[in-house]
């Protein structure tokens, strides 16, 4: 994972601001301090943390390391249905509002979201397994 360095933005000071896990940025410089708005994986104590947006599917992240856990045969089909939603999604999201098309778009949308999601908390519950966290 890269991590995009972040400068203090305080009027006259460019401090390089530091990580204070979980979720707190501090200025080395002046002190300022503020909240990361970033999501940490979903494993406890990975550290590993990701921009907020852009994730339409789950709730949660998962950091590719700990993803590259689960069962390479999970994580293929997950993929597979991540595409499919995708496309669905922007089927409905280029379909005349209050057209049939965009209400059939909606309920392709919904069914490939639950494949999606219900994959996910299988996947999620093996690699917790993995990291030798109880569930
Ligand atoms: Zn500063
Ligand atoms: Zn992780």
Redesign the pocket.
Known sequence: MKVRRIFCNQPNCSGLMRLKPPRLLACERCGYRRVWERT????PF???TFKCDGWDINEEV??????RTAPEQLRKEHARFRRRHRLNYRLWQEAPEGSEAQAEAAGRCDATWGLCHDLWLVIRSR?LEA?GVMT
């Open positions: 940490p994986c979903f494993v990975c550290g590993r998962c950091c590719g390391e700990h993803w690699i990291a």
